[in-house]
């Protein structure tokens, strides 16, 4: 198997692979890497479309997205050090089978780690129609390689405004703000200056707060399917190494150019 591309980097802590996303895992050192924070297609049966003609096709048969998702819980269970987390982001559409197959590979017990919860990301982008409920939320599977030895940085959560009622706790919690729990509103308009034109773009500080809660200065971060790369926007100035993939590589042009690599050539 060829070693996946090098599209740009630093030659420091930050690459850009035009790769599979299992021929990436699989290139890591076993036990290696401490997240893999990752966004692969959802399998919407569209084509997704950006801005400025970037797109890529996000139409799967059953056998093949399933295929595609085994695999990446495979192969990330056996890059992920005994601290690793897999951050795993889909939606309604396929979220419930995947955590029923990343449990095959994550499932707890006999030293297979586990599944240890779930973010829910919800967005207020767009109209959402009136002739059926509106779906306006995503799921981010949270799982564990060791759960006894994750360390978490609870300083890592966001703040958020603080929306309960301030009756009987008294003003220092009116004024103060909170950390986020398990629901984070993350709506990122098309005029977001932060938008790179890739479709189905995340917003970064959603994958810098999984950043700063799991990893340290010098841990390796991952996402085989980057899109236009917003692991490596979240993780700049953190001190994390970061390695990127897509199939893409319109991807991976985007990518490079948000990230200000220069590409190999
Ligand atoms: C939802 S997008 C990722 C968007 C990204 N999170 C961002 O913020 O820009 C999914 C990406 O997975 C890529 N992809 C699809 N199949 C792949 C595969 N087998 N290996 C690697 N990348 C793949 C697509 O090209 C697409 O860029």
């Known amino acids: 198997m060829p070693d996946p591309p090098l599209i740009a980097g630093n030659g420091k802590d930050i690459f850009v692979l035009h790769s599979d996303a299992k021929v990436l895992l699989e290139r890591l050192d076993p036990n290696s890497t401490t997240l893999i924070v990752t966004d692969p297609p959802w399998n919407t049966g569209q084509v997704r479309r950006g801005s400025a003609g970037l797109k890529y096709d996000d139409k799967h048969e059953y056998v093949a997205y399933k295929t595609l998702m085994i695999r990446l819980f495979e192969a990330s269970f056996a890059a992920l050090n005994e601290r690793g987390m897999l951050a795993l982001w889909l939606d309604w ?5 995947a955590a029923v197959w990343g449990d095959g590979f994550f499932g707890g017990g006999d030293g297979r780690g586990v599944r240890v919860g779930e973010i829910i990301v919800h967005s207020e982008l767009g109209n959402p129609g009136k002739s059926a409920w509106p779906l306006k939320h995503s799921t981010i599977l949270l799982f564990a390689k060791n759960p ?3 360390e978490f940085n609870y300083e890592g959560l966001p703040m958020v405004d603080r929306k309960a009622p301030k009756s009987g706790h008294g003003q220092k919690y009116a004024t103060e703000g909170k950390r986020a729990t398990s629901v984070l509103s993350a709506t990122m308009s098309n005029t977001d200056p932060e938008r790179v034109g890739y479709p189905d773009q995340k ?63």
């Open 203 to 265: 917003p970064s500080w959603v994958y810098r707060a999984l950043i700063e809660c799991y990893t340290k200065p010098g841990d390796l971060v991952v996402d085989p399917f980057m899109g236009s790369g917003t692991l490596g926007r979240a993780a700049k100035g953190t001190g994390r190494v970061v390695v990127l993939g897509d199939l893409s590589l319109d991807a991976c042009k985007a990518a490079s150019l948000s990230l200000e690599l220069t590409e190999n050539t």
């Open 148 to 150: 006894d030895k994750v």
């Open 93 to 97: 559409r396929w979220v419930h089978e």
